[in-house]
């Protein structure tokens, strides 16, 4: 009897969507392989799942911790793109980049343990957007944030996200540097635009335009190098040559920058602290091309007054705002106990992409209300309930809700108007909880 033909060369012959499309119709013919393979879903989905819950409470640990609890995200996300997952896990990628490069601000990070979790960190996020490419517009504005605006870090190469960027995320980058270099006789802005210049010379292949920029640059070994290194890959080894030779009788000179001065603006800030001066500070300083180093300063200033009183911590979230870093600014709530208010305020702007992280404050928001004890804060209170019910189904927590609401009344069962209010605004009330039967008011 001859044995079984191996049809494992023929099938890595065949592209992923025939592939997939031969796994699911025999799944669906064999229930045990179907189980097999929802199983590894499951599995798939609770990882990242699990991945996002370490993110959520890392930034309350401390240094060690922290990178430890990092450095596990970043093993899960590696593990999934050396599987070939098909699930995009550039958000989530994209988040830890995010969440360590705020550490960094927050830290001292003497040990350089942290800033290696970052560079690990930009390097997944690059082959997450490779593998399940990002609205290239939305990919280029956050390079460009990180470039421009950023505190300094982290470090991008374009050529890693090129094939996610694509054509539209490319040109979108190169109406940007080109516009700065253009506004910019100097600075850190310039510098900036300068080397996302080269890299885009780079990245579209264009030799003639990178060795320009090259040959502009003040005359040094590695730039020297460079030169001949891009004319050799570009088969113009007789133009290499002649660089090479040329290059031996430059005197390599190196030009110092001018000292950047402090903004107008700073003594301000020094002076008094807050949302309105930082984000004063933020726009003199854009313009003299100094914000990267200005702001470093001026949101370690914020972050110390912020960790001693409510007040502060309201201003560095306002601050963060102003910048539209959102996600920066539900950190900072979080972390140094901004007011109720600013925090639901962020709360309602998060939960539609992050459900689970606000339910806490909502909760809290229901309680304050309740204790105010007169009818419109329990009409709010129940209008707040129904808020949080769909937060809780969007989390996929909606049990938990039920469970919460029968504590919640049994806790607040005397208290009839707030009965009435939460089954007026529509809201299920356990049935295992009863509450007094009387039209009469007291609370």
Not at 90 to 110: F, K
Not at 158 to 165: M, N, P, R, T, V
Not at 326 to 352: I, K, T
Request: aromatic share 4%.
């Amino acid at each position: 009897m001859s044995s079984p033909t191996d049809l494992r060369p023929y099938l890595r012959t065949l592209d992923a969507e025939t592939l997939a499309d031969l796994l699911h119709a025999q799944a669906e013919r064999d229930p045990v392989l179907r189980q097999a393979l929802e199983s590894r879903f499951a599995a798939q989905g609770s990882d990242v799942a699990e991945a996002h819950r370490l993110l959520d409470t890392a930034v309350l640990a401390g240094n060690v911790e922290y990178a430890a609890k990092v450095g596990s995200v970043l093993d899960t996300l590696q593990r999934l793109l050396d599987a070939g997952s098909r699930a995009d896990l550039a958000p989530l990628a994209r988040r830890t980049v995010d969440d360590i490069s705020e550490m960094l601000e927050q830290i001292d990070d003497t040990s350089g343990e942290v800033a290696d979790r970052l560079d690990r960190a930009v390097e997944l996020y690059a082959r997450a957007c490779v593998a399940h490419p990002p609205d290239p517009e939305s990919l280029a504005a956050w390079i460009l944030e990180v470039e421009f605006d950023g505190p300094g870090w982290p470090a991008i190469e374009l050529a890693d996200f090129a094939s996610a960027l694509g054509e539209t995320g490319i040109a979108r980058i190169q109406s940007t540097v080109d516009k700065v270099l253009a506004e910019q006789p100097s600075g850190a802005k310039r510098e900036t635009a300068e080397r996302l210049r080269e890299e885009l010379a780079e990245v579209s292949g264009d030799v003639d335009a990178l060795v320009a920029i090259l040959a502009a640059k003040p005359p040094r070994v590695d730039v020297s190098l460079k030169i001949v290194r891009v004319l050799r890959a570009a088969g113009r080894h007789s133009e290499a040559i002649a660089h090479a030779a040329r290059a031996l009788t430059h005197d390599k000179k190196e030009e110092t920058p001018p000292p950047e001065k402090d903004p107008v603006s700073r003594k301000d800030f020094d002076e008094n602290p807050a949302a309105a001066t930082y984000l004063a500070l933020r726009e003199e300083s854009l313009e003299a091309g100094c914000w990267v180093a200005q702001r470093k300063t001026a949101l370690a200033r914020l972050r110390e007054l912020a960790a001693g009183s409510t007040e502060a911590a309201d201003e560095l979230v306002r601050a963060l705002l102003g910048e539209d870093r959102a996600d920066e600014a539900w950190r900072a709530a979080v972390r140094f106990e901004a007011s109720l208010p600013v925090r639901v305020g962020l709360a309602d702007a998060r939960s539609v992409a992050h459900p689970a992280e606000t339910i806490p404050v909502y909760r809290e928001h229901v309680e304050e209300l309740i204790t105010r004890k007169d009818p419109n804060s329990y009409r709010e209170a129940a209008r707040q309930l129904r808020k949080l019910r769909t937060v809780h189904k969007k989390a996929g927590m909606a049990e938990e809700f039920s469970s919460y609401l029968g504590t919640l009344v049994e806790i607040h069962k005397r208290k009839t108007r707030l009965i009435a209010e939460v089954k007026a605004a529509r809201i299920a009330i356990p049935k295992t909880v009863t509450a007094p039967a009387t039209g009469r008011y007291s609370e």
